[in-house]
Nanobody
Framework: QVQLVESGGGLVQPGGSLRLSCEAS????????MNWYRQAPGKERELVAR????????HYAHSVKGRFTISRDNAKRTVYLQMNSLKPDDAAVYYC?????????WGPGTQVTVSA
């Protein structure tokens, strides 16, 4: 059974940083691309960042490129999202995601609040 558990969210001032973590279990972590999504109130869930399983290539949403960094530690079965220069528009619930054989699995999410 696939399980994803996010942590690291919280309240941060504009311009601040947070590091999110997602611990995975129930599947062969190293074989799958991992994704971070976010959803703000009243908005659709959007892909923030992706990291592949093969060569660790990364992809970012335009709105976070240059500020966020996704990484993974296959030995720890964990994917990270380092978020710098946070803006109020980054406030959302952040979700870890993996797609296996066409089926999406999600963690419960972690809340990120950006406010002075």
């Amino acid at each position: 059974q696939v399980q994803l558990v996010e942590s690291g969210g919280g309240l941060v001032q504009p311009g601040g940083s947070l590091r999110l973590s997602c611990e995975a279990s129930g599947f062969t972590f190293s074989r799958y691309a991992m994704n971070w999504y976010r959803q703000a109130p009243g908005k659709e869930r959007e892909l923030v960042a992706r990291i592949t399983s093969t060569d660790g290539s990364t992809h970012y949403a335009h709105s976070v490129k240059g500020r966020f960094t996704i990484s993974r530690d296959n030995a720890k079965r964990t994917v990270y999202l380092q978020m710098n220069s946070l803006k109020p528009d980054d406030a959302a619930v952040y979700y870890c995601n993996v797609r296996i054989l066409g089926l999406d699995s999600w963690g419960p999410g972690t809340q990120v609040t950006v406010s002075a």
